[in-house]
């Protein structure tokens, strides 16, 4: 079997080995598993914004910024000013190292593109080993392949067979189904670096010229050994369509069925330490997750399709480049062609036969009236289109929401939400509308991001509605509140 260190890049881990004057070890894997928690259902990348504002907000929470400061000074030893680079950096610059010093070793690709943005991006082999380290972190059990399958299994037999557990079903197939989100969108960002092994020109392992053999190797034994069996099962026996609007249709028969949701979360409360009230909100939760990560897999699966598809016509255009321009068949063509014409001197000829190519010559065009300047001609004024508003239908207006919901709830996650509320308590069990520190609670946004997630089941915080008079934030007045911990 093939050594997992001739697959991963050199310096990988020496992320971990800092040699400065403190140890960075536990600083950068939580940043990296925040990364990892960003990208796990991001289908097309994280933008370096997201990145940066993420580990800003990890360096405030943690206090971090002298020891990554310590870390920057030992790495330009020798400067004058290197001893007194703390205090000089902003989070930003601390943030924008930390980037650089993950994409050197590895743990991170970054993608520019033609506006000049950048696209941070996840390789495989960061997926697999911050999966593995996110699950000693959770202390999860380890999923295996046939999700989709799993899925529609479970929600059938929840349907047809009256003993069996619907909060497992639905628990079950909320798993199922965000491992094969997760898996789809792994494979559509790394179909695009053998898409980039394809075209590059020298072999990074040799440093000499890409081969052919070596394009035909990494054809027939890498992608086709890694992606292509995913790929492949994708289109074939783990097709979404054939299972997908069989398990849409009893979610949303599900969702619709009141006397169902409240027999369903008596049982999951049943068998967790959720209230009924909280095993409600986490079923609802999970349904409206599957039902709308199922539904918005179609540009997903394009996406994957169309890479799939370039890397295909890359793979054959450099073969054929090669076969037509290497040095050793360009050689051998001139050898051919010499022995070609020596052969035609020795029979006499003085002249190339009929029917042969003649020697490729550049046309020549006569000069014209348009060859020389013209000068500028007059053109008719630019009148716009008026501008129609169209009326959205009802399930186009629906969509929509959906998107900016997915996009507001990328901001302002439950995690982020819960993390920065629990650093407020300060070992207190509760905390009033004015403990709350000034910066955030006049900041009408985040506030009201607390207040709105107060009650959602991923967070570990709740609200209560006190007695008092109203507290003024900013050019409001807000209802006074406690913030509890649970």
Known sequence: MTNPFDILPPNLFNLFSTQ????????????????????????FGLTREVVVDEIVHYLKEANAEGEIAAEMAVQIAGEPDSVSITGQKSEQDYASYLI????????????????????????????????????????KPREFTGQLYAAHQLITSATTHKDFSP????????????????????????????????????????????????LLRLQFDDYTLTLGPAYHALKTSDHVSRYRRDIINQIQNWQLDGDWLSHTAEELAAQSR?????????????????????????????????????????????????????????????????????????????????GAPGLRQTPVRSPDARSFYTPPQRRAPFTPDDIVLPTLRPDDLLALRTLTMQDVTQAFSPDKVNRKVIGFFNGHKRLHLIEIPADVRDDL??????????????????LEVVA???????????????????
Request: zero cysteines; glycine letters at 4%; charged letters at 25%.
């Open 20 to 43: 400065g004057i403190v140890s960075l070890q536990r600083h950068y894997m939580a940043i990296l598993l925040r990364i990892y928690a960003l990208a796990e259902f991001n289908r």
């Open 100 to 139: 650089r010093r993950m994409a050197e070793t590895g743990w991170i690709e970054r993608e520019q593109h033609a506006d000049y943005t950048e696209t941070i991006i996840l390789p495989d082999y960061a997926f697999a080993l911050l999966e593995a380290l996110r699950t000693i972190q959770e202390q």
């Open 167 to 214: 909060a497992m079903a639905v628990t079950q197939t909320y798993e199922n189904v965000r491992q094969v989100v997760r898996g789809l969108s792994e494979l559509n960002q790394n179909i695009r670096r053998y898409v980039e092994r394809a075209t590059k020109q020298t072999d990074p392992s040799t440093g000499l010229r890409t081969s052919v053999a070596t």
């Open 274 to 354: 959720l209230s009924p009230a909280q095993a409600e909100t986490e079923i609802s939760h999970y349904l409206t997750f599957i039902s709308n990560q199922l539904e918005g897999l179609d540009p997903l699966l394009a996406d994957i399709d169309s890479r799939h598809a370039q890397y295909l016509r890359t793979s054959l255009r450099q073969v054929r480049y090669q076969l037509g321009s290497a040095d050793g068949s360009f050689k051998d063509k001139l050898v051919s062609l010499a022995k070609e014409l020596s052969a035609l001197r020795s029979e006499g000829l003085t002249e190339l036969p009929d």
């Open 445 to 462: 946004h985040w506030l009201t991001t607390i207040i709105a997630y107060a009650h959602h089941p991923e967070v570990s915080y709740g």
């Open 468 to 486: 008092g008079e109203a507290v003024r934030v900013g050019e409001y007045k807000v209802a006074p509140f406690e913030l509890t911990r649970l």
